[in-house]
């Protein structure tokens, strides 16, 4: 059961003057944790972009990768489903509940039992993928690709794919454990590991679309052996011990989710089928924008919710003042950093794509439609970053309903926005239901978060708002501008054009964003370097 929500004569009427502050120490491991994890998200998505890039030259913007993007897709939406979704919802605070000293018997016995069960389900839906491949390739549209044999190949390249969800579902389970016992420098590179993979094996078979699949196999399998290294003081065993509580509350935890994440995935394989419809290339044309989208995003919130989610997770039994103080840092940090980062991306989103993928069989007309669903995508991003957290503080509350049921409504909001713009907006229509999903979301999410802990009005959040927004103005401005001006004079073309044109506008937008930080006295952003340092 979620925790209930303090009635009003329990919660706090008015926030301290000035509020109390997360302790020193616990600030900065919890900045540590985040540096880590950051770093483990640059070299995943640096990975990423690497693999996108590889995918780029080799098949260009293809329907053959638009065929194999829809046979990944089902693994991994499944794998979200079943695992994926449960890590910080349901694993991380319920482990979190056993990780110290004196329990780490149980927990054990715990992640013992959980990884049993795991492998018991992923292999009943491993089953399940080969034997109805052609009826789920129907369902996310491998039948409207106008290419012939498309559908074939999307079909065969699924069955190769399917034990790709017993892996990464293993390794989440592993995962979760981690980082209840807040070990991050293993798990923070597992996606590296999984990207890495992926761009060896490719270019090792060039010519050949099965070898993204045989990466994916082969990068989710060393998922699993790097964190067993990480775990090898714990003691596993086959264990099925389902009357365990922690099981139970795993369960309870995770059953809303599952509900959201139902429908998520439903809403993903209708933006696939409608994306089909829009020509046999569109699916590659959103990967490469997501890759780019997600950049930022992975790397800076990702990274603050799971370092904070722990503290959070500790924090929620009859700690409201901590709780609240150590969110609200994270949300104006993630304010602070996603803002500039959206605008920054926005106006070098041409010059970007050209520099990582316009190569080998990727055309200039593939790089202005990529760019175009790029910008059309980033104004959801800050809403994304923000309710992000916000998820994560529900979470460490072990409130998953409502998450579960915003989660829902968004989705439906999605669905019903992207087919009513389908016929006037053709592909953009995905990338416009997306930013008022994530819009929608986060409005609702701070309803929900409100409802919970009270107000936050009084934590400096709109102050930081105000201020980033004013900075990420100027510094997409600046960075626009130089960028342009560096492509109509520099006497270079190709690559070497589009890197100048990057560096130039990226270094322009990163000293306009300095100044105003110190301009406007931006005080998360220039207290971030002291407190990596300190660590």
């Not at 760019?371 to 991003?381: E, I, S």
Request: hydrophobic share 55%; no cysteine.
């Amino acid at each position: 059961m979620a925790d209930p929500v303090l009635p009003s004569t329990d919660r706090e009427q008015a926030p301290p003057s000035p509020p109390d502050r997360t302790p020193p120490d616990q600030e900065q491991s919890i900045v540590r944790a985040a540096a880590i994890l950051a770093i483990g998200n640059v070299a995943s998505r640096l990975f990423g972009l690497a693999r996108q890039t590889v995918k780029a030259n080799l098949f260009g913007a293809s329907g053959l990768l638009s065929a194999f993007e829809v046979a990944a897709f089902v693994p991994i939406s499944l794998y979200e489903l079943i695992i994926g979704g449960m890590v910080n919802a349901a694993l991380v605070p319920v482990f979190s509940d056993y990780a110290t000293k004196e329990r780490r018997d149980e927990l054990w016995g715990v992640l013992s039992t959980v990884l049993s069960v795991a492998t018991i389900v992923l292999l009943l839906v491993v089953g399940f993928v080969e034997l109805f491949a052609p009826q789920i390739a129907w369902l996310v549209g491998a039948n409207e690709f106008n290419e012939s044999g498309l559908t074939d190949v999307a079909i065969r390249l699924m069955r190769m794919a399917a034990p790709t969800i017993l892996f990464l579902g293993i390794a989440s389970v592993l995962t979760g454990a981690l980082f209840a016992l807040k070990r991050f420098n293993v798990p923070a590179f597992i996606g590296a590991v999984f990207n890495g993979t992926i761009v060896i094996v490719a270019l090792l078979r060039p010519d050949h679309i099965d070898s993204l699949v045989w990466g994916m196999l082969l990068g989710s399998l060393l998922q699993i052996v790097v964190q067993l290294w990480a775990l090898r003081d714990a003691r596993l065993r086959w264990r099925l011990d389902w009357r365990h509580p922690a099981v139970r509350r795993i369960l309870q935890l995770y059953t809303p989710i599952v509900a959201g994440l139902v429908v998520n995935q439903l809403a993903i394989a209708l933006s696939f089928n409608l994306a089909t419809r829009t020509g046999d290339q569109s699916i590659s044309y959103m990967k490469f924008a997501t890759t780019l989208y997600q950049f930022p995003l992975g790397l800076v919130v990702t990274a603050l919710s799971v370092a904070t989610l722990p503290t959070l997770a500790r924090q929620a039994s009859g700690q409201l003042l901590a709780f609240k103080q150590t969110l609200t840092e994270g949300l104006r940090l993630v304010i602070t950093l996603i803002l500039p980062a959206t605008a920054g991306l926005f106006a070098l989103a041409v010059p970007i794509v050209a520099l990582l993928f316009e190569h080998g069989e990727f055309t200039t007309q593939d790089t202005a439609t990529t760019a175009l669903v790029l910008r059309v995508y980033l104004f959801g991003l800050p809403f994304a970053a923000i309710d992000q957290m916000l998820v994560y503080s529900s979470f460490a509350r072990k409130d998953t309903w409502r998450p579960a049921l915003v989660g829902v409504i968004s989705i439906l909001i999605y669905s019903l926005t992207a087919v009513a713009l389908l016929r006037p907006l053709g592909l953009l229509s995905l990338m416009v239901a997306d930013a008022v999903k994530h819009v929608t979301h986060t409005i609702m999410m701070i309803w929900v978060v409100r409802g919970q802990i009270g107000s936050l009005r009084s934590y400096g959040i709109a102050k930081t708002t105000l201020k980033s927004i004013i900075a990420a103005i100027i510094t997409g401005a600046t960075a626009f501008i130089v960028a342009r001006f560096a492509a109509a004079n520099l006497p270079l073309t190709g690559f070497s054009q589009s890197l100048l044109v990057v560096l130039m506008g990226g270094a322009a937008g990163v000293l306009a964003y300095t100044l105003m930080v110190f301009a406007l006295d931006i005080s998360q952003a220039k207290s971030l370097p002291h407190m990596l340092l300190r660590r």
